[in-house]
């Protein structure tokens, strides 16, 4: 008997290499390359009058200088918008280096290639651009307002403005008992990974072909964007991922303008060339998101059932916007959480600032909506004197209402569907977990002492494992060792134990013996990437379906073989023997060499293993006339639509009643992301959201001055939180599998951080007793808040 490998604890295989500083990052490689750095803008808005370069170009090492004028034809096109929307009426990008105008402080507006990267800087620096600057629009007020345009051809600074209705929303809050209305505030941030983006292109003259590396999450998507803007056939280039320090959505992007500009320049110079950001690179010219203004009207009945609910928001969407709008929709879909909400209204609008660009970022657009959602769970609960947990379940879709049609489309274009779930159940455990019931006991003994706590709690839904497809290769050597290929990307999720796992339970071998590859075009070059929590439902069920077709060939070579059915075999540790005769066995290895015989001509060790097995028979070859040779397999998984994990967490905090410094003192969650590959992966992912959720409630936050800079673009002034000041995560898992898919698994990825924002803001709301309504929150403006509520 083998132990089961899927829903074991299994230590991450990728650790010891990752953790002793033998990962092979962007930065490790490409050791002779020419280095790149950029001119960016110091304006936020402005007109480029000229750049004049004559200071730089003489400089030793400098091999070349670049501005829009240098582009070949398609790479002075503007950047693509990758994903259009109807209602993105008015979508814009930039270029690869700024044409004309800037329209964010930070924007690529010329490219220095030299022999190392001090050359390049130093370059730069001596690189004058002369502007003529532009009035600026920062924030959302002023983006409202659009006294100023971003874009002089956008009126109101509207990229798009978007409704969805389901019901009769002003009917249903006419007819509805109690109304209340709330404005809420999530500002801008960002993620913020340890290895910044990066790129490294070598062009091979003689075969005409590009390869780059590049630190991403979509390595294929990098590959046909760059192919695109080159010229070049998709067959003549090649994209790696090495190693990805993080990325949480900003890697997503692509292509990246130093994508397109290293491969080109790479090319260009018959040299390899390498672009790796700096920490003030990622502030002002990656992308940022969360940012938005939300105002809700909600109707609902004397036992706190929502009956109607009227939602308007404003998106900040940077200067363009090359990933469409989908954080905007994906707020104002999936804001409902567990919850009907009986007439539903959102209407938004995504507005252009002089800001950094938006691309989701981990929870994407969804902790700006369980905010909103939570928020005004707690003020319903408020207003009627209810438990907030009990106002919670009475609106909750149940588990007999499963698959659950909201009427709405979700960001796919698809009907937003939940698959399943259980909200009550999860929210029992939470309680007995937090120790809900205790809690004023608890909470009367610390005011004893003069101290101040609150109790927390944020529930929220999330579409996780969206298509379209991702593909899965598996192959047996005749060693027996199997490889795996995925094209998407890891970034540090632990995929290459998950899917080791999921092919080592599918096929009966040891895990150890699975070799998991990610992200190598030249392995899987059809692939979407790592994004959405879709890691582990796509590659996982599509390893799986490939696992399953070499495991069926796998039996049927040996039941040939050993002269038995299919059905008398099993297989075990990669040793596929006869149910109750474990003598008679032959291992996947040999039936690999079975399967390719030109193997047996050629490797003593296959031979050795075959005539050791006995079972090798050159006129009778196993391998039947229509079977491909080699004991190796592909299926890709593509589903009918996205399945819904969920989770519920709950916040003990202490705000100090001199200081207004706020403590976490106890952090729960309840998660429920169906059956998992490996719980203390899953763990982990939910450990590591929680505490990115923690400083997006507590720290984190980009302030701009109103011209436009980014005045805390360094980790000396963007605050983010260290491991004191995340506090210990107590989980506890439900598992119910979604029916969609032949794994039953949902995604975990985002699942840690979506709430955290909300729960913080419930916990001080309720050791405070007045409203929370916008987030972050640092001590001094809970101190502020105190003044103004005490004041009256
Ligand atoms: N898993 C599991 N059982 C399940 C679901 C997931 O064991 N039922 C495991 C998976 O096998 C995988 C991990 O949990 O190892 C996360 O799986 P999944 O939810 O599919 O998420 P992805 O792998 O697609 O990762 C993307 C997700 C997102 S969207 C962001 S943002 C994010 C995140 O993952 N960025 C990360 N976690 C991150 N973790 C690290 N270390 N770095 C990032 O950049």
Redesign the pocket.
Known sequence: MTTRMFGAPVKRREDPRLVTGQGRYLDDLGHDALEAAFVRSPHAHARIVDVDASEAVDIEGVVGIYTWEDLPERMADPLPLLIPHPTLTHGRTGYALAKDEVNHVGEAVVMVVARDRYIAEDAAQRIVVTYDRLPVVVGLEQARAATELVHEDVPGNVAAHMVQEVGDVERALASSVNRLTLDLEVERSA?M?MEGKGVYARWDDERGELRLWSST?TSTGVRAAVAARLGLPLAKVECIAPD?G????VKIMHPWPEEVLVSWTARMLGHPVKWTEDRREHFISSAHERGQLQHVEVGFDERGVVTALDVKFWHDNGAYTPYGIIVPIITSTQLLGPYKPGAYRCEFWSLYTNTVIVT?????GRPQGCFLMERTMDAIADHLGLDRAEVRSRNFILPDEMPYDHGLLFQDGRPLKYDSGDFPASLDKLKALVGWDDFADYRAKAEAEGRRVGLGIGCYVEG??VGPYEGGHVQVETSGRVNVSTG?T??????E???AQVVAQELGVRVEDVHVTTGDTRKMPYAVG?????????S?NAVALAARAVRAKALRIAAEALEVSVDDLDIVDGEVSVKGAPGQSISLGTISVLSNPLRYAFDEAARAATQFAGTFDPDKPPVADDDEPGLEGKDFYSPTQATFANGMHAAIVETDPVTAEIKILRYCVIHD???????M??EG?VH??VAQGVGGALYERMVYDEGGQLLNASFMDFLLPYASEVPHVETDHLETPSPLNPLG???????GCIPVTAVIASAISDAEGFPITSMPISPAELWDLRRRHSAG
């Open positions: 993620s990974p999450q990805v993080g990325g949480f959505g989701p970022y981990r929870g994407a996780t494992g998407l890891s970034q540090g999720q632990g995929h134990t998950a899917f790592t994004f959405a929590s879709r890691a582990a439902v796509m996982g992301c169906g059956p998992m590959i490996n719980p992966i899953v992912q590591g959201g698994i949902k995604g975990a990825g985002e699942a």
